[in-house]
Structure formats: C-alpha cells, structure tokens
Nanobody
Framework: QVQLVESGGGLVQAGGSLRLSCAVS????????MGWFRQAPGKEREFVAS????????YYRDSVKGRFTISRDNAKNSVYLQMNSLKPEDTAVYYC???????????????????WGQGTQVTVSS
C-alpha cells in the first residue's frame, strides 16, 4: 500500500520560510516524478511544483517561481518543498502527490497523479 505523509506545515508571518517534507512508503520514488499541490478554502486544488524522475527538471506555477524550491532525496524516499518569502496568498493545505507510472518528466496536472498525502496546513499571516 502506497502512503504519502506530509509534514512541516504551520503558521508563519509574511516573508518567513517553511520546509515541507513528504515521506513515501510502499513504493520507491527513485523512478517517479513527484509533485506538490495546494488547496485554499473555497478554491480548486492547484499545481505548485513538480520534479522529474531524474531530478534534473523542475516546474513551478508562476506565482511561486523564485520563492519555492522542490527537491528529492531518493535514499530517504522523500520529497521536499522549501518555501521562502511566503505571502498570505500562499495560505492553503499543501499536498504531496505521486503518479502511477515511472519515468515521468513534466507532470503538472492533478489528473496525472494517483497517490496523495493527507495534506499539511500552511498559514501565512500578514
């Protein structure tokens, strides 16, 4: 059974930083692209960042480029999202996601992912 567990969320002031972690069990992420999504109250779930299976390619939504960094540690079977210069509009529940198949490169749509974590709340105060 594949499980994704996010951690690292919390309350932070605008301009602050948080580092989200996603620990995966039940499958190796070594050959898998991984992604982060978020959902704010009353809004649709939206893509935040993804990383290719090799780790050589990363993708971000425009509003987080230059502030967020996605990374992976295959030895720990984990993915991370470093979030700097946080803004109140970044407030949301953040989800880690994994696709079904291997060798993914540019996976930016929620429909391309089948495994999801339970989410971690990020709240940015102004």
């Amino acid at each position: 059974q594949v499980q994704l567990v996010e951690s690292g969320g919390g309350l932070v002031q605008a301009g602050g930083s948080l580092r989200l972690s996603c620990a995966v069990s039940g499958r190796t992420i070594r050959t898998s692209a991984m992604g982060w999504f978020r959902q704010a109250p009353g809004k649709e779930r939206e893509f935040v960042a993804s990383i290719s299976w090799s780790g050589g390619d990363t993708y971000y939504r425009d509003s987080v480029k230059g502030r967020f960094t996605i990374s992976r540690d295959n030895a720990k079977n984990s993915v991370y999202l470093q979030m700097n210069s946080l803004k109140p509009e970044d407030t949301a529940v953040y989800y880690c996601a994994a696709p079904k198949g291997p060798w993914g490169i540019k996976l930016v749509s929620a429909s391309e992912y089948v495994y999801w974590g339970q989410g971690t709340q990020v709240t940015v105060s102004s």
